[in-house]
C-alpha cells in the first residue's frame, strides 16, 4: 500500500488506495462495455442528441450546450467536449442538467481509460496546467492547484496512472519533480525525478545523467529502495515492486527493491539509426507496445519478443487501450495486420486499410480499404460498400452507418460475416451527425 508515514491517518479516514499501474493514453474513449445499450446520435454543431434503443426507436432527447469537437462514454454518461466546456450527461436522468466544467481554449482533451472510469486530462500542447476530470463522477483535480504552484509546467503524455483512477503521477518540468495527486484528498506529494511507473508500494522514477539516467525504485516518503544507473528509460510498467522498463536503444531490463544494477531481461531489434518514442502496457499489464520511428514491437514482461513489424516510412502508431488483448498493427494508412497480444498470433491481413475504430478488446477494426467500408476480424471481413461514415459499436457487431445518399442505418454482422437487413435511423439523425455508444 503506498502511503507516508504522516499522512497515513488522513488516508485512512478517506480510504486507502492501492497502486498498479497503466501508463499512458489511448486512442479510444469509449466506456460502454462490450455491452451496449443505447446509441447517442449527436448534433456535432449544437451538441444536442437524442437516444435510440437497439430497434432505432427514440428514448430520450437532449439540449445542446454547444460545438461538440470530441465525445467520450462511460456507462450511461456522455462527455461532450467543446472549445470551452466539457458537458456531461447521465442519460439515465434525462431530467437533470448536465454538468459543464469549464476549460480554456486551445486545451487538449486526452482520454485515459482505467478500471470502472474514464479520465480526461486537459491541458495545453506547449505545457502548463493539467485538469482531471472524472467522467464517472464529473469531479475534477486542479493539479497545479494541488501542488500550489501559480505558474506549473506539465504536459498530458507524462502522466502515470492507477489502474483504478486511484492516484495520477505527472512530471513537473519547471521543478524536475514528481508530482503526485489522489482523487478525494487535498493537496500533492513530491517525489525528486521524473515518473517512469507505480507499483503496489514504490513509485520508479528517472533522472537523466549525460547520455545514461539513475532510475530509482522510492516510496512516499522519499525513501529509496533501489537506485541503479541505466540506459535511459523510454517506458515501463511495474507488477507489485518489481519495474521492468524499455530503454531508448531498445534494452528490456528489470529492478526490483535492494537492487544495485539493472538486470536484463531481453533486447529488442531496433533499426539503425531508429529509436524508441514510447511504450504502452496492454492486455492488462501483461504486454508491452514498443513503438519507434519506423517500427512497433510486442514484448512480454520476461523481455521476450513476440512480435516486431518495421514501416518503410514514418508511421503515426496510435497507442492502445491497456486493456485490449488484440492489437491493429500499425497506423495511418499503414497498418499491418490485427494481433493477438496473448500468442504473438496475426488473425487477419490490414494491409491497405485505414483503421478508423475498434470494439472494446481491440480484436475487431473498422476502416476503408480502396473506397469500401469493411469490418475486419479474425473471422474475416464484413464489406459494407462505399459509407460517408461509420462507427463500429463496442460489442465489434453493430455499426452505424451514413451512406452516400444521406440515410442513416444501424446494421448488425453476425459471427458468419452476415449483415443484417439495416434499421432507418434517418429521421433521428441530425445533418452533423456523431455517434456515441452507451452502456447501462
Not at 169 to 190: E, K, L, M, R, Y
Not at 386 to 409: C, K, M, N, S, Y
Amino acid at each position: 500500500m503506498l502511503v507516508t508515514t504522516i499522512g497515513i491517518t488522513a488516508v485512512a479516514a478517506l480510504g486507502l488506495f492501492g497502486w498498479r499501474l497503466l501508463e499512458g493514453d489511448s486512442d479510444t474513449a469509449s466506456g460502454a462495455g462490450d455491452d451496449w445499450s443505447q446509441i447517442a446520435l449527436v448534433n456535432r454543431t449544437t451538441g444536442a442528441f437524442t437516444t435510440i434503443d437497439d430497434s432505432g426507436n427514440v428514448v430520450a432527447e437532449f439540449a445542446g450546450s454547444g460545438r461538440a469537437t470530441d465525445i467520450h462514454t462511460l456507462g450511461t454518461r456522455i462527455a461532450i467536449v467543446g472549445a470551452d466546456q466539457i458537458a456531461i450527461t447521465d442519460t439515465s436522468t434525462p431530467d437533470v442538467a448536465p454538468v459543464i466544467i469549464p476549460i480554456e481554449r486551445g486545451n487538449t482533451v486526452t482520454p485515459i481509460p482505467t478500471d470502472g472510469s474514464l479520465q480526461l486530462l486537459v491541458g495545453k500542447p506547449t505545457g502548463g496546467d493539467i485538469v482531471i476530470v472524472d467522467v464517472g463522477t464529473a469531479s475534477t483535480i486542479d493539479v497545479g492547484d494541488a501542488a500550489g504552484q501559480t505558474n506549473p509546467l506539465m504536459f498530458a503524455d507524462t502522466v502515470r496512472w492507477a489502474a483504478d483512477g486511484s492516484a495520477f503521477a505527472i512530471a513537473d518540468a519547471a521543478n524536475f519533480q514528481t508530482i503526485i495527486v489522489q482523487p478525494g484528498i487535498d493537496g500533492a506529494h513530491f517525489l525528486p525525478d521524473q515518473p517512469v511507473a507505480v507499483g503496489d508500494e514504490l513509485v520508479a522514477t528517472s533522472q537523466t545523467v549525460g547520455l545514461q539516467a539513475d532510475v530509482a525504485l522510492i516510496d512516499l516518503d522519499r525513501h529509496n529502495q533501489a537506485n541503479v544507473p541505466a540506459e535511459i528509460p523510454a517506458g515501463g510498467i511495474m507488477t507489485g515492486n518489481r519495474l521492468v522498463f524499455v530503454s531508448i536503444t531498445g534494452g528490456v531490463y528489470s529492478v526490483e527493491p535492494g537492487d544495485e544494477q539493472t538486470q536484463d531481461v531481453g533486447t529488442i531489434a531496433v533499426p539503425d539509426g531508429a529509436r524508441v518514442q514510447w511504450v504502452r502496457p496492454a492486455l492488462d499489464g501483461q504486454r508491452l507496445v514498443v513503438v519507434g520511428n519506423g517500427f512497433e514491437t510486442i514484448v512480454d514482461l520476461k523481455g521476450g519478443t513476440m512480435f516486431s513489424a518495421t514501416f518503410a516510412t514514418p508511421v503515426d502508431v496510435p497507442p492502445p487501450n491497456p486493456a485490449w488483448s488484440c492489437l491493429p498493427v500499425g497506423g495511418g494508412d499503414a497498418y499491418q495486420s490485427l494481433l493477438s497480444l496473448s500468442t504473438g498470433k496475426q488473425l487477419a491481413d490490414l494491409t491497405d486499410l485505414t483503421v478508423t475504430g475498434t470494439s472494446i478488446d481491440g480484436c475487431t477494426v473498422i476502416g476503408e480499404r480502396a473506397g469500401v467500408t469493411e469490418v475486419v476480424s479474425e473471422a474475416g471481413s464484413a464489406r459494407l460498400g462505399r459509407v460517408r461514415t461509420a462507427t463500429l459499436a463496442p460489442d465489434g457487431h453493430t455499426v452505424v452507418i451514413t451512406g452516400t445518399t444521406g440515410r442513416t442505418e444501424l446494421i448488425t454482422i453476425d459471427n458468419d460475416l452476415e449483415v443484417s437487413e439495416p434499421i432507418d435511423l434517418s429521421d433521428a439523425a441530425p445533418a452533423n451527425l456523431a455517434v456515441a455508444f452507451l452502456g447501462n
